[in-house]
């Protein structure tokens, strides 16, 4: 079978598609046939070899989300069955031999029912992007019914999913993207309005939206440019979850003061397992309900994994870019 192999870590170049042994599932363990592999912002930095959570031994496939269908099932395991189609979500399950493959084997723990409306790509959106905007907005936030939430960066992966979420959850869905497109994907996906975060006066565009009281939660996807500016209109006693970040910035502590805010950090990878079963709970419910409908932005063939690293990281994003095997 073939899948991509990372045998050194580095640039998306390290990414190569060549033909893997198949792996065998072992006790506890399922294997499953890969039709769509979700590409991360996470998968690049494990690519990279200096991601704090997480360095796997070389070489290594990527991948932690993705969809297919159950090819064989290990000793012990009676929660899926060969035929049945699932989606992935293995960040975090120590068995998982990568979703960047046309076979992947992983924890039975990490595999779950596809409701047969969602396609195999959407499947592969699921993972860490439906369970991280869970964590952020319930886990994290505590979110309320009508209370007022910020996705300050709605348009990605996460982003779009947490609003879909926070809208089923009968909060005020405030979004921002930096393209029209992906201001109409966040709108669509039950934002009450949308600001570019591309433009210099988009938080005081938040303040007048709200009365001058600002939002009682902001999600925040890029920290290290936005969190001081997130305190200035920030509504008093509220919290910021941070999702993101990619530097840091020079930061005034008063501002916390003043507004009596909570600043909460967010890891997937720091979530109790009971936390993840709650989490991956809610979110099923809400793909079988359909509050909750993955959006995907684009396809790539799997051998173009290289392609999809250098995309994942780039502005303009909208929605899931997912790989498909050939
Ligand atoms: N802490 C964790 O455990 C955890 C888990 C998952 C993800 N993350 C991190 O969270 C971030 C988002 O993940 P993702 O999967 O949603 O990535 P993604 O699909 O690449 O989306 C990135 C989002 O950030 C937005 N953005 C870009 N510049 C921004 C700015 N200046 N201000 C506000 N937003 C901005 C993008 O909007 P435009 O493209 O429209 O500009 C887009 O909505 C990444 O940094 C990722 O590494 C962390």
Redesign the pocket.
């Known amino acids: 079978m073939y899948g991509i192999q990372v045998s050194e870590f580095g640039s998306e170049d390290v990414l190569v598609h060549t033909e893997l042994v198949v792996p065998q599932p072992g006790t506890g363990q399922v294997r499953v046939r890969m039709r769509a592999a979700g590409v991360?912002?996470?998968d690049t930095?494990v690519r990279s070899g200096t991601y704090e959570f997480f360095r796997p031994e070389l070489p290594y496939t990527p991948g932690f989300d993705g969809a297919g269908v159950v090819d064989q099932v290990g000793a012990g395991v009676d929660t899926v069955k060969p035929g049945d189609r699932v989606f992935v979500a293995a960040q975090g399950t120590p068995g998982c031999t990568g979703t960047y493959a046309e076979l992947a084997v992983v924890d039975a723990i990490a595999v779950h029912p596809l409701p047969a409306g969602l396609s195999f790509a959407q499947g592969a959106a699921v993972g860490?992007?439906c369970v991280?905007a869970w964590r952020a907005l319930f886990q994290r936030a505590r979110l309320q019914p009508g209370e007022t939430v910020f996705i300050?960066?709605?348009?990605?992966?996460?982003?779009l999913h947490a609003t879909q979420l926070a809208h089923a959850a009968g909060a005020v869905v405030i979004g921002?993207?930096?393209?029209p497109a992906?201001a109409d994907l966040v709108r669509a996906a039950g934002a009450a309005h949308v600001l570019d975060?591309?433009s210099a006066g988009h938080l005081d565009e938040l303040t007048r939206i709200t009365d001058g009281r600002g939002p009682s939660v902001i999600i925040?996807?890029?920290a290290h440019?936005?969190l001081e500016k997130d305190l200035t209109v920030l509504a008093t006693a509220g919290r910021v979850v941070?999702?993101?970040?990619?530097g840091s910035l020079d930061f005034t502590p008063r501002l916390a003061m003043v507004k009596e805010a909570a600043i909460l950090g967010?890891?997937?990878?720091n979530a109790t397992p009971a936390e993840k079963a709650d989490a991956l709970a809610g979110v099923a419910a809400h793909l079988r309900d359909g509050a909750l409908a993955p959006i995907v932005v684009d396809t790539l063939p799997l051998r173009e994994a290289a392609a999809a690293h250098r995309r994942?990281?780039?502005?303009?994003?909208?929605?899931?870019?997912v790989l498909i095997p050939e």
Do not use: F
């Not at 941070?242 to 990619?246: A, F, L, N, P, Q």
């Open positions: 991360n912002p996470a930095y860490i992007p991280t300050h960066g709605a348009s990605g992966g996460v982003g921002s993207a930096s393209t992906g975060h591309g925040e996807m890029a440019l936005n941070i999702v993101g970040s990619r967010l890891a997937l990878w994942v990281l780039e502005q303009g994003t909208r929605g899931k870019l």
